[in-house]
């Protein structure tokens, strides 16, 4: 049985920092591309970023410029989403996903696997 799970979310304060992390388990997950995607009240879960964990290539939104990042330990099955800078209006929910291939990789129906998010929220 595939199981993501997220950790790290948390209160910050505008400014800040903050690391989420995801493990995967229940099966190998180096043919797969792992993806971070958010949900603030009241609006669509858009794509965050996502990464390859066969390769390492990442992809990322656009609109972030570039104050995320997402790295990937193969060992643990885990990836993470390094958020630095933080804004009020990155308060969400923040959820990993995993997927094979990379088509359409901003498109949340095309992933398989959803953990069941953490909270972040930055606000002072």
């Known amino acids: 049985q595939v199981q993501l799970v997220e950790s790290g979310g948390g209160l910050v304060q505008p400014g800040g920092s903050l690391r989420l992390s995801c493990a995967a388990s229940?099966?190998?997950?180096?043919?797969?591309?792992m993806a971070w995607f958010r949900q603030a009240p009241g609006k669509e879960r858009e794509f965050v970023t996502a990464?390859?964990?066969?390769?390492?290539?990442?992809y990322s939104a656009a609109s972030l410029s570039g104050r995320f990042g997402i790295s990937r330990d193969n060992a643990k099955n885990t990836v993470y989403l390094q958020m630095n800078s933080l804004k009020p209006e990155d308060t969400a929910v923040y959820y990993c996903?995993?997927?094979?291939?990379?088509?359409?990789?901003?498109?949340?129906?095309?992933?398989?696997?959803w953990g069941q998010g953490t909270q972040v929220t930055v606000s002072s």
């Open positions: 996903a995993a997927r094979l291939g990379v088509e359409r990789i901003s498109l949340r129906h095309e992933y398989e696997y």
């Open positions: 229940g099966r190998t997950f180096r043919a797969y591309t």
């Open positions: 990464i390859s964990m066969n390769d390492g290539t990442t």
